[in-house]
């Protein structure tokens, strides 16, 4: 009997055991808005992971969420690498790639690594939030986002691993000889006083044009021409480095200088005319993997990409010189997601490459409108508003930002070091970590903000329906039939570019299960005009669905009403009538 009562207290406790440590755990922890509510995968996004790491983390979304995430190897870089994508939506209703397709990717240069934990934050937001939030689920249903959070993992990971500045390397790692000597990246930076970056030099010189400021020993300032000067003369020499190849310069000849954001195959141009070209387009494999992906999936109807830094939502035209690619139909769909992303990263500003910024030939931006007919944006990450939220405070207070909020952690103090060319000299500044890149404790922030507005632009990709059908008997057997198409967001299921040079296929609206008769779309309901398609009435084919409208096909069939009628759109998607 004893035994009995044993073995009854046990199943009890192992019943109550579980509830009460659910009870403990869900009284340390209240859900912050717009949060996962229990994450299956935890990340921490205060922080930069390697190119190691951000595929481990992708791999542990894919393996976390098997109906959401379809996980492959895109490529390999120069050095072997994978570059891996995450093609994330609900596998579980219809076919990922009949879906409208966006690309996401970061780090196209390997000192702008926001981009990285930017893809991978997003990948992350979209699985643990499905079936949670309403916005996600829906567009998982109908969406699919295909996200490659390193396109230049090499490289990022020298930037991480080795000594760098905060704007090397930008290139891959490629070698190449930018001084002509005959040699290859010989001349690269060294770490003279192993701080892990490279930092600047100073020598004391009675005839310099710097001193140091007396409010603050870090910085730097120059001499006016009229200030009397009674304090210590500096001279500044660079980048931290030596002359290893015995030239008289120091670090001209580091990781080979080509830009992998010049390599794009639209308005292509070589590198005396385009600093940074490469070969010929797409001849580096990392861009070639990228552009070979996109050409398989005909469905990209838009495209992020992230950068750093400036705090920037970019369009195209990179140069003046392709400013007619860009109508002025998708000028204003450009101009009204990029608007409303002022507003949901603050402190960014929507601009123009070519007329705000400078000109860019071959740019990834250009090459996935102009060639593949998707609207893309690339955001600048990061901007010195950040440092105090004032639009008035710019990069001035990047010093009392790095005192007051990183507690002195992004400054190397100067100190001496006895140079084998310059003699006694000091070495000091800000460390590769800081200027360009997010500090931790904004980073999340930095990362939700982007991706609420890339899941802006992915909302209005074409979202099409069959919105209503009417019938019209026409006596003897026949049965006029009229088809509303609907696509209720901002993109048409052809950009103009894609019109103009036949990216993509037409789209499709075909009625099954009935005897056609004939076929054709309706020009003006109210006055009775329409065109008529006399091959294959059937499968109407229309050139483009506008973004927020309403086009009209009809049919003339003769039977009964038992009929499916669906739209087949390449970047729109498919939509059946009900």
């Given at each position: 009997?004893?035994?009995?009562?044993?073995?009854?207290?046990?199943?009890?406790?192992?019943?109550?055991?579980?509830?009460?440590?659910?009870?403990?755990?869900?009284?340390?922890?209240?859900?912050?808005?717009?949060?996962?509510?229990?994450?299956?995968?935890?990340?921490?996004?205060?922080?930069?992971?390697?190119?190691?790491?951000?595929?481990?983390?992708?791999?542990?979304?894919?393996?976390?969420?098997?109906?959401?995430?379809?996980?492959?190897?895109?490529?390999?870089?120069?050095?072997?690498?994978?570059?891996?994508?995450?093609?994330?939506?609900?596998?579980?209703?219809?076919?990922?790639?009949?879906?409208?397709?966006?690309?996401?990717?970061?780090?196209?240069?390997?000192?702008?690594?926001?981009?990285?934990?930017?893809?991978?934050?997003?990948?992350?937001?979209?699985?643990?939030?499905?079936?949670?939030?309403?916005?996600?689920?829906?567009?998982?249903?109908?969406?699919?986002?295909?996200?490659?959070?390193?396109?230049?993992?090499?490289?990022?990971?020298?930037?991480?691993?080795?000594?760098?500045?905060?704007?090397?390397?930008?290139?891959?790692?490629?070698?190449?000889?930018?001084?002509?000597?005959?040699?290859?990246?010989?001349?690269?930076?060294?770490?003279?006083?192993?701080?892990?970056?490279?930092?600047?030099?100073?020598?004391?010189?009675?005839?310099?044009?710097?001193?140091?400021?007396?409010?603050?020993?870090?910085?730097?300032?120059?001499?006016?021409?009229?200030?009397?000067?009674?304090?210590?003369?500096?001279?500044?020499?660079?980048?931290?480095?030596?002359?290893?190849?015995?030239?008289?310069?120091?670090?001209?000849?580091?990781?080979?200088?080509?830009?992998?954001?010049?390599d794009w195959g639209w308005k292509w141009q070589p590198d005396y005319i385009q600093r940074g070209a490469y070969k010929y387009p797409f001849s580096a494999p990392e861009t070639r993997a990228v552009a070979d992906f996109a050409l398989k999936h005909p469905n990209i109807a838009g495209a992020q990409s992230f950068?750093?830094?400036?705090?920037?939502?970019?369009?195209?035209?990179?140069?003046?010189?392709?400013?007619?690619?860009?109508?002025?139909?998708?000028?204003?769909?450009?101009?009204?997601?990029?608007?409303?992303?002022?507003?949901?990263?603050?402190?960014?500003?929507?601009?123009?490459?070519?007329?705000?910024?400078?000109?860019?030939?071959?740019?990834?931006?250009?090459?996935?409108?102009?060639?593949?007919?998707?609207?893309?944006?690339?955001?600048?990450?990061?901007?010195?508003?950040?440092?105090?939220?004032?639009?008035?405070?710019?990069?001035?207070?990047?010093?009392?930002?790095?005192?007051?909020?990183?507690?002195?952690?992004?400054?190397?103090?100067?100190?001496?070091?006895?140079?084998?060319?310059?003699?006694?000299?000091?070495?000091?500044?800000?460390?590769?970590?800081?200027?360009?890149?997010?500090?931790?404790?904004?980073?999340?922030?930095?990362?939700?903000?982007?991706?609420?507005?890339?899941?802006?632009?992915?909302?209005?990709?074409?979202?099409?329906?069959?919105?209503?059908?009417?019938?019209?008997?026409?006596?003897?057997?026949?049965?006029?039939?009229?088809?509303?198409?609907?696509?209720?967001?901002?993109?048409?299921?052809?950009?103009?570019?894609?019109?103009?040079?036949?990216?993509?296929?037409?789209?499709?609206?075909?009625?099954?299960?009935?005897?056609?008769?004939?076929?054709?779309?309706?020009?003006?309901?109210?006055?009775?005009?329409?065109?008529?398609?006399?091959?294959?009435?059937?499968?109407?084919?229309?050139?483009?669905?506008?973004?927020?409208?309403?086009?009209?096909?009809?049919?003339?069939?003769?039977?009964?009403?038992?009929?499916?009628?669906?739209?087949?759109?390449?970047?729109?998607?498919?939509?059946?009538?009900?």
């Amino acid at each position: 009997m004893k035994s009995h009562k044993y073995i009854l207290q046990i199943v009890l406790l192992s019943l109550i055991f579980p509830l009460a440590l659910h009870a403990q755990k869900s009284s340390e922890i209240f859900r912050a808005a717009g949060s996962p509510h229990n994450p299956k995968v935890q990340i921490s996004f205060n922080k930069y992971y390697t190119s190691e790491g951000l595929a481990t983390l992708s791999k542990k979304i894919a393996d976390a969420y098997p109906d959401l995430v379809r996980r492959e190897s895109i490529g390999k870089s120069s050095e072997g690498r994978d570059i891996w994508m995450m093609a994330i939506t609900n596998y579980k209703v219809g076919n990922a790639d009949d879906k409208p397709g966006f690309y996401v990717d970061g780090n196209i240069h390997s000192n702008e690594i926001q981009g990285g934990e930017i893809c991978m934050y997003t990948a992350w937001y979209l699985t643990e939030n499905f079936g949670d939030m309403a916005y996600i689920t829906e567009m998982l249903n109908d969406r699919v986002f295909y996200i490659v959070p390193t396109i230049n993992p090499d490289a990022r990971n020298d930037y991480m691993k080795e000594a760098n500045t905060a704007h090397s390397p930008r290139a891959g790692m490629i070698a190449l000889d930018d001084d002509r000597d005959g040699l290859f990246d010989e001349d690269g930076y060294e770490d003279l006083d192993g701080d892990g970056s490279i930092t600047r030099m100073r020598r004391k010189n009675p005839n310099g044009n710097m001193i140091v400021d007396p409010k603050d020993p870090r910085v730097m300032i120059q001499i006016g021409p009229d200030d009397i000067v009674t304090a210590q003369r500096y001279e500044l020499l660079g980048s931290e480095g030596i002359d290893n190849d015995g030239d008289g310069r120091i670090n001209e000849d580091t990781h080979g200088y080509y830009d992998p954001n010049r390599d794009w195959g639209w308005k292509w141009q070589p590198d005396y005319i385009q600093r940074g070209a490469y070969k010929y387009p797409f001849s580096a494999p990392e861009t070639r993997a990228v552009a070979d992906f996109a050409l398989k999936h005909p469905n990209i109807a838009g495209a992020q990409s992230f950068h750093n830094s400036g705090g920037m939502i970019l369009r195209g035209p990179g140069a003046e010189e392709d400013i007619s690619t860009y109508n002025r139909q998708d000028i204003q769909i450009y101009d009204a997601i990029g608007k409303k992303g002022e507003k949901i990263i603050p402190g960014y500003r929507y601009m123009t490459v070519y007329k705000d910024l400078y000109s860019v030939f071959g740019g990834e931006l250009d090459w996935f409108y102009a060639s593949r007919g998707a609207y893309t944006f690339t955001n600048e990450i990061f901007t010195a508003f950040a440092y105090y939220k004032d639009k008035n405070g710019g990069r001035d207070q990047q010093y009392s930002f790095e005192k007051d909020l990183l507690m002195g952690d992004a400054f190397t103090p100067w100190k001496s070091f006895n140079h084998p060319t310059y003699g006694e000299i000091e070495i000091g500044g800000f460390k590769k970590n800081f200027g360009r890149a997010t500090p931790g404790f904004l980073l999340e922030e930095e990362a939700h903000r982007n991706m609420a507005f890339t899941f802006y632009h992915a909302y209005h990709m074409p979202h099409l329906s069959v919105s209503s059908v009417n019938e019209k008997k026409l006596g003897n057997g026949l049965i006029e039939v009229t088809a509303y198409i609907k696509n209720d967001r901002l993109m048409p299921t052809h950009a103009s570019q894609d019109l103009k040079y036949k990216i993509t296929r037409p789209d499709y609206i075909s009625i099954k299960g009935a005897k056609v008769i004939a076929g054709m779309i309706v020009m003006d309901e109210d006055f009775g005009v329409t065109q008529e398609q006399k091959v294959s009435p059937e499968k109407i084919v229309l050139k483009n669905i506008p973004g927020n409208s309403v086009v009209k096909v009809r049919w003339i069939i003769k039977g009964s009403s038992n009929y499916t009628i669906t739209v087949d759109s390449e970047k729109g998607g498919i939509a059946t009538s009900k």
